[in-house]
């Protein structure tokens, strides 16, 4: 079963790898994907964020200076995903 899930959006893809690399140090579970295609912002590249490491990722957000444009949670809904905002 798939679970949900979160992507943090961004508009270079500097920007991106730089956060993957920002997390991966830090021992936090991401990877990055290419961003769906119901989304149409950003430089086409996420951050995939399962919900185990939300609340951390979340705080390192809140506080780092890394550089994301976008925010959501995927919730997935038998074989169809629902696109919600995700606020911090």
Known sequence: MMQDYYLIVFD???AAMAAEVFFKNM????????????I???CGFSIKVLP??????EAL????ELEWSKLYKIVKAG??????PWTL
């Open 79 to 84: 074989s169809s995903s629902k696109v919600e």
């Open 40 to 42: 149409s912002t950003g």
């Open 52 to 57: 185990n490491e939300v609340k951390v990722v």
């Open 27 to 38: 021992n936090i579970h991401v990877k990055l994907i290419p961003l769906p295609s119901a």
């Open 61 to 64: 957000l809140k506080r780092s």
């Open 12 to 14: 270079s893809t500097h």
